[in-house]
């Protein structure tokens, strides 16, 4: 049977990790390529790294990161933020990543899902969500809308349609983040999670909100996630990996418990 | 020389990279002389099988293949490669295939509620005691991401099964060829072991 993958994620600004509360007052906390060693000696399943570097010339500090932790561990890890065009795709998996993730630039420029999925394949296409609850209305009937910029920028576009669509054009993989609930370490956005999940046949990754090992029960059972994307709880070692694995263990969720 | 196929069906920078931690520095070719020559073949791979084949074909590569399999070189296939060995492929309108193994690859049947790719971490019910498996416990789990699967036509060439949705074949043996429907190259260190088995075996297996 099939594990449900427990995933940290680690922001990476100018080849350091952070990790961002609600997008703001990111703090430091240390060298990517020894945490993603850590991390996979410690049982994650997967990793996915997040470039939140600003200005655009400073791109090749984040590709040697990539092959350093391509060289670094014997698991599949994704790469996004940033990641414009086919050229930015390239770079990041001839670099050593399995996945690339895309999400502002897929918004503005739909087509460039299908371009991926068409050169790497669609396993290589994460689509990333950032996504915001919303009244309900005639332009967003699900009540949840596609976000950019961290939250500032609305796009109009709603959240259900978007995931159909990205499925529709060849993505691989959906990791959905929950702008409301990122930071809070409230737990994940259960009603988003499970909307989307059932709407698509692809897996979907849940981001935001994970607190404890409890909150990541309820996304992979009540809402219907295929994998839990982790970043404060585990980071700050509030929790181990394998803490998590034995509690969701104990609980009935099958997930890999030997590494 | 431990030969590494490249027919422009995704990244082999991984499958290299495990082979270097075993002691290993593979040759990545599209040369079909050298893939004749080769001590040991991997032959990784993602991607669809119509165009897969379609390059093997324009490369010459799917000639050398059966040279070679027929001249009892220990082959590994990974992934698609574990899908193009069979005769033909569902995939893009039953694409034919290398014909090493009898059968065909067929798609995971959609069901409600399952998720297609099937990817992630699944175990291997081990069938036959195949030196490919040495030292590798029945619990562990290997890395899968795939849309289609192995179905050869005897079950005396499935070596194990795993389950998703269906029970189906993802670990194939016949003769001097090994395929495995998982990425052992992304599975940690089981993934390695089987890796370092496939390195150590002489290929010869009764099928």
């Known amino acids: ?259 | 020389m431990v030969v590494i196929i490249d027919y422009r069906a995704g990244n082999l920078t991984s499958v290299v990279r495990s082979l270097k931690a075993l002691g290993v520095n593979g040759e990545v070719t599209q040369d079909p002389a050298v893939v004749e020559k080769a001590t040991r073949i991997v032959f990784p791979g993602v991607g669809a099988a119509g165009t897969a084949m379609a390059i093997l074909r324009e490369l010459k590569l799917d000639q050398a293949l059966r040279t070679a399999f027929e001249a009892g070189t220990p082959i590994l296939g990974i992934c698609l490669g574990a899908q193009v060995v069979l005769d033909y492929s569902e995939e893009n309108d039953n694409t034919p295939c290398l014909g090493l193994i009898p059968g065909s690859t067929r798609a995971l049947p959609r069901q409600p509620g399952l998720k297609i790719p099937h990817m992630g971490w699944n175990s291997v019910r081990f069938l036959q005691a195949h030196p490919l498996f040495q030292e590798l416990p029945e619990n562990a789990e290997y890395y899968f991401v795939h849309s289609y699967y192995p179905a050869p036509a005897e079950e005396r060439m499935v070596l194990g099964v795993t389950e998703h949705g269906v029970t189906f074949p993802s670990v194939m043996g016949r003769r001097n060829l090994v395929a495995t429907q998982f990425h052992p190259e992304k599975s940690g260190r089981f993934g390695l072991q089987l890796l370092e088995n496939f390195l150590r075996w002489d290929g010869r297996w009764q099928d």
């Not at chain 1, 945490?35 to 994650?44: D, K, P, Q, S």
């Not at chain 1, 959240?159 to 370490?185: F, H, M, P, V, Y």
């Not at chain 1, 099958?254 to 590494?259: E, I």
């Open chain 1, 1 to 259: 049977m099939l594990s449900k993958r427990i995933i940290p994620c680690l922001d990476v600004r100018d080849g350091r990790t952070t990790k961002g509360i609600k997008f703001r007052n990111n703090i430091d906390i240390g060298d990517p390529v020894a945490m993603a060693r850590l991390y996979y000696e410690a049982g994650a399943d997967e990793l996915v790294f997040y470039d939140i570097t600003a200005s655009s010339d400073r791109r090749d500090i984040m590709i040697e990161v990539v092959r350093q932790v391509a060289a670094a561990i014997l698991i599949p890890f994704s790469v996004g933020g940033g990641i414009r065009n086919l050229q930015d795709m390239r770079a990041v998996l001839l670099a050593g990543a399995e996945k690339v993730s895309v999400n502002t630039a897929a918004v503005l420029e739909p087509e460039l899902i299908a371009a991926g999925a068409k050169d790497f394949g669609s396993q290589c296409i994460v689509l990333g969500m950032d996504v915001k609850k919303v009244e309900v209305s005639e332009t967003i009937p699900s009540g949840y809308e596609m976000v950019i910029h961290g939250g500032r920028t609305h796009m109009g576009i709603d959240a259900l349609w978007w995931a159909k669509e990205a499925e529709r054009l060849g993505a691989g993989e959906i990791c959905l983040n929950s702008i409301d609930a990122d930071g809070t370490q409230a737990g994940y956005e259960l009603t988003l999670t499970r909307m989307i999940s059932e709407a698509v046949s692809i897996p979907v990754i849940a981001s935001g909100g994970a607190g404890t090992p409890e909150h990541l029960y309820e996304v992979l059972t009540a809402g219907h996630a295929d994998a839990a994307l982790i970043a404060s709880m585990v980071h700050y070692g509030t929790y181990s990996i394998r803490e998590i694995k034995d509690y969701l263990h104990q609980r009935g969720i099958p997930v890999r418990l030997h590494w």
